[in-house]
């Protein structure tokens, strides 16, 4: 599939890409998910190659990857010297894969049985995928292959609009980024979702979106109604990681299974709900500390590299504005010299009539 050169193809293109992320993310696991326990227990081989592959899921998710690589497509057409680089081509379909690994996979097969495994399925949903898709900068990649008059008429008034202002804002996203965390844990919702197909959907669409709320200010590729610095980054980065530690620790600790669900199935591989609990609030605290961290760090370089560029191009400007200064006192020195030149052939001038007259006198 190919776009065509019209603009308003090109824009169809890039809402698929945008739009479709969150119908998969609508979509469940399979029935069995909500179904029995499986009688295989996880293994490497069951939930690598445990995949379901159900039309509900993989279809939405290759339509975004083919609109996603028409949308390129049409960029790169447009724009043959700056080029869409290689790491926004891929990282967003690295994030769909994520998706389909986070429910399609041997995860999602166990994520109703083992409250170790439903975790791996959140942290894909919540900080891998996200950020993939957002390293994508898929809107950035939509307004230039939009025309100018659908670009100005209509993309940039929807990205300025309020509620894009307002979901878009760093401190709504950190927020929301928060509650879905912590409320979904400590909530009827977690447990629910467990045991009824609808809620579980809709838990997942929260992570997801949650997690691309939260992630688009930190990666910073695109244009963003509320953009904030690197130190600005860090912070909002560094107040959230204890959040999510504290939240393992409280799983950690509990001294009971906190869903029924969990508890009802016994210990249906030989682990019990509260030692698979722990396991859970244990993936939490090392994965999510150490996504942060290595967020962290990434922020830090690229400040670092932000700084270096800064003074680099001062120094160039410094460098520049020297050379004129220098350029400047040659041809003022120039100036000077052409002058006094000048000035003694005029005098020279002057001085040989006199001699020749004097001469001639005597």
Known sequence: MRLPRCPQSAVRAAFLA???????ALAAGPAAAHGTVPAEPPSINTLLFGWNFEPVIVLPLLIV????????????????????????????????????????????????????????QHLILMLGAPTLLVLGAP????????????????????????AVRGLAHPAVAWIAFSAVLWGTHFSLLFDRSLEDRAVHDLEHLLYLGSGLLFW???????????????????????????????????????????????????????????????????????????????????????????????????????????????????????????AGAAKRRADAGAAQPGTGDSSSSR
């Open 18 to 24: 945008l739009g479709s992320t969150a119908v998969a």
């Open 65 to 120: 990857a083919a609109g996603w690589w028409d949308l390129l497509l049409a960029v790169n057409r447009a724009h043959p010297d700056h080029r869409v680089p290689a790491l926004r081509r891929w990282s967003f379909l690295a994030g769909l894969a994520a998706i389909a690994v986070a429910l399609q996979s041997g995860i999602e097969r166990y994520d109703t049985t083992l409250f170790s495994v439903h975790m791996v």
């Open 139 to 162: 809107v950035t990649q939509v307004l230039r292959a939009a025309s100018p008059g659908i670009r100005n008429r209509w993309l940039l008034p929807i990205l300025h609009s309020r």
């Open 216 to 338: 688009w200010p930190v990666v910073g590729l695109d244009p963003a109604p509320h953009r904030i610095g690197h130190p600005g980054r860090i912070l909002y980065l560094f107040l959230q990681m204890p959040l999510n530690s504290f939240l393992a620790m409280a799983i950690l600790f509990a001294g009971a299974p906190l869903y029924p669900h969990y508890a009802s199935l016994g210990s249906p591989y030989g682990i019990d709900a509260l030692a698979d609990q722990r396991l859970a609030a244990g993936l939490m605290w090392f994965v999510g500390d150490v996504v942060f961290l290595a967020s962290l760090l990434l922020v830090l370089a690229g400040w670092m590299r932000s700084e270096k560029r800064g003074a680099a191009a001062a120094d160039r400007r410094d460098d520049a504005a020297r050379a004129g200064i220098r350029e400047r006192e040659v041809a003022l020195r120039k100036r000077r010299g052409d």
